[in-house]
């Protein structure tokens, strides 16, 4: 039986990468789909056209999730076409900017806490919202990273966002745990997306730091989604509160050294 049968996604920033293979995924355990997009609509129509060869229905829609007007609209528009969204995955994300601070400009330190944090409160509200106007049960997932714990020099922006992430995750945990609506993070490693290009093109860049993961090689968008698919799943209505490591034991070999 496939888990996810009769659920509906919506998940942000389904046009590439994580997002897209949660996507897809989804659809082969038998959920219907809506991803947003921002920009890349090329890609957002390769993921609608695998959720549809898996024989589920698709939609997507055009949205900054930094914006609280477009998101309450993404949700208005969604709704008018699936009677019920069971699902939210707030995979809309970017990386830093690489600066340290003395470099950083406030400009681009709001942008990226912009969209890896504000961008999932206003999904997650609205998302509550419908949930509870349907007198309950639900599943977030907040896609974060392992910059949750771990922290590196000229990342202040998005350490900032993602270790956020992770007391708002708990917090809202706690508020609806009663209405049967899970919250949870996946906190990736070094996963072979557009947000790690250069270990995508170059082999040997890639292998030096895979020497770094204990487990010695880096992981797949699919690595992630799998355990998107559980999390969403009814087998997982016991777990909330928590954030998912999937990094191959990356977050565990940087604390060697310490005394």
Do not use: W
Not at 127 to 140: A, M, S
Not at 200 to 213: C, G, M, N, S, W
Not at 220 to 233: C, E, G, M, Q
């Amino acid at each position: 039986m496939k888990k996810l049968s009769g659920k509906t996604a919506l998940i942000t920033g389904g046009e590439s990468g994580i997002g897209q293979c949660i996507a897809i995924e989804y659809a082969l355990n038998g959920a219907d789909v809506i991803i947003t997009y921002l920009h890349n609509e090329a890609g957002a129509n390769s993921t609608l056209s695998q959720i549809q060869n898996a024989g589920c229905r698709s939609m997507a829609i055009q949205a900054d999730v930094r914006n609280a007007e477009a998101v309450r609209l993404l949700f208005d528009t969604a709704l008018s076409q699936f009677p019920n969204i069971d699902i939210l995955v707030n995979s809309a994300g970017v990386r830093s900017a690489d600066k340290y601070i003395t470099e950083l400009s406030f400009a681009e330190f709001e942008n990226t806490v912009s969209t890896n944090l504000f961008g999932t409160f206003l999904c997650c509200q609205n998302f509550v919202r419908h949930r509870l106007q349907q007198g309950g049960y639900g599943r977030i997932i907040n896609v974060t990273s392992i910059h949750e714990e771990v922290v590196s020099p000229g990342k202040t922006d998005y350490c900032a966002s993602k270790s956020a992430l992770r007391g708002f995750c708990r917090s809202l945990a706690m508020e609806v745990a009663d209405k049967q609506i899970t919250v949870n993070n996946i906190a990736p490693g070094m996963i072979l997306t557009q947000m790690n290009q250069k270990a995508v093109d170059d082999v040997t860049y890639r292998k030096a730091l895979e020497q770094r993961i204990p487990a010695k090689t880096s992981g797949t968008p699919l690595d992630v989604a799998k355990l998107a698919v559980f999390l969403a799943s009814d087998d997982a209505g016991y777990i909330t509160g928590t954030t998912q490591i999937v990094d191959g034991g990356l977050h565990l070999s940087r604390a060697q050294g310490a005394q």
